[in-house]
Every structure is written in C-alpha cells, then in structure tokens.
C-alpha cells in the first residue's frame, strides 16, 4: 500500500526553466511533508517542508505548494540548473499520529537539468 | 558540527549471516531512526529510537533489531540475513521536540549485499 507517489520516474528539464515534481498521498492523517534531494553514494539532503496549515513555502529557488483536498503537492525549482540533477523523493509524516515522526517516503523522481 | 556517519560504507555477507550496521548522530541530536532503501524505491521506515529506547517500529521482522547508546549513536542489527535483505540502510538523526516535527538529516548509508 503505497501511501506516497510520485509517479513520475524521471524529469528533464533546461537549464533556466522551471522543474516541477508532483506528489500525491493517501492518508488524510498526514499532515508535514518534506522534500529530499539525493544523489548517488549520498544519503538524501533535506530541501524544504510544508505544514499541512499552510498551501505555500518558499526558500529560494525552491517552492513547495500542498492542495490538502486534492491530497497533491508539489515542488518548484526555478531557475533549473545542473547541480539540480539528482533524485528528489517526496516525505509525509504524521505528527499528530503518534509519538514517532516516521517518514514515508515516494519511490523517488529522478530531475536532469540539461545545460 | 559534524553530521551523521554511518559505518561501513559497504558489506557484503551471506544468507544466514548476522549483521551489525553502526551510525553516529549529529551533535545535540537524541533521535535516531533507520530506513531501508532497496534498488528503485524510496527508503522505508525501519524502527526509531529516543533516549534509549525503540520509539516506534516499521513493518519489519524481529530479526531487525537495534541500540541507541548514551552518546546517541545507534546500532542496527539483523539475524539469519535473506537475499532480500540487500538494500541501502540510511540512519537519520533528530532533535525531538514536543509537538513539533523535525527535519531527519541522513548519513550517506551502508551498502548492504547479502549473496
């Protein structure tokens, strides 16, 4: 039971342009999410978070918008540039769940930036 | 400030084999959780541990098992080793604060291969 997706294995995007990766979940009792960046022979990089009481956060080139009644978020990079290449996975957590802040994580869509 | 660590950076066992995965949190972190990440998908919640004590548990078998120590570095362990126990395993660190969710920062990961 995949309670994150992202069902887009893989993203190319130019350099300059705008990269947006989707997320959908299941479970109403989420309510933080997070994007991590990974690349290879690292672990994921934290990117940024949103509250389920909000619909936007912003840091930079990074945004992230949450639609509570869609169950759908989704991350924002503009401007794309190559160092942006890497694995981005979608995280939910259930704060108000239970003690444990676990993260489920989606399988992962792969970003290239070609320059 | 130095981030999580985790040791060794690869292994490779047989099946039936025990093994034992170590990781290091980040200064001033008391929580420590481990996921595992098998080839294409995201990382799955394995178990989380604060002050001590498991703090909350994934769908895995009792043959996973685990240690937080004193300092806050952590152990995972796992008995008679399947095939399928081959797998990325990603420690991540935390401060826990009541009524709050944290942002996990992850070690760069044990390459676990079970032949």
């Known amino acids: 039971d995949q309670q994150v997706k992202q069902n887009s294995p893989s993203l190319s995007v130019q350099e300059g342009r705008i990269s947006i990766l989707n997320c959908d979940y299941t479970?109403?009792?989420?309510?933080?999410f997070l994007w991590y960046k990974k690349y290879p022979a690292e672990g994921p990089t934290f990117l940024i978070s949103i509250s389920s009481i909000k619909d936007k956060n912003e840091d930079g080139r990074f945004t992230v918008f949450l639609n509570k009644s869609a169950k759908h978020l989704s991350l924002h990079i503009v401007p794309s540039q190559p160092g942006d290449s890497a694995v981005y996975f979608c995280?939910?957590?259930?704060?108000?769940?239970?003690?444990?802040?676990?993260?489920?994580f989606g399988t992962g869509t792969l970003l290239a930036v070609q320059p | 400030e130095t981030g999580v660590t985790q040791s060794p950076t690869h292994l490779i066992k047989t099946r039936g084999q025990q093994v034992t995965l170590r990781c290091s949190s980040q200064?001033?972190?008391?929580?420590v959780s481990w996921y595992q990440q098998a080839l294409g998908q995201g990382p799955q919640f394995i178990f989380q541990y604060y002050r001590e004590e498991e703090n909350g548990r994934g769908n895995f078998p009792p043959r996973f098992s685990g240690l937080q120590f004193p300092n806050y570095s952590s152990e995972l362990n796992v008995n008679a080793l399947e095939l399928d126990d081959s797998a990325l395993y990603l420690c991540a660190s935390n401060s826990k604060r009541a009524g709050a969710v944290n942002e996990q920062f992850f070690g760069p990961g044990t390459r676990l291969t079970v032949l």
């Open positions: 479970n109403s009792m989420f309510d933080y």
């Open positions: 200064s001033g972190h008391n929580t």
């Open positions: 995280a939910a957590s259930a704060l108000n769940g239970g003690a444990t802040n676990k993260l489920i």
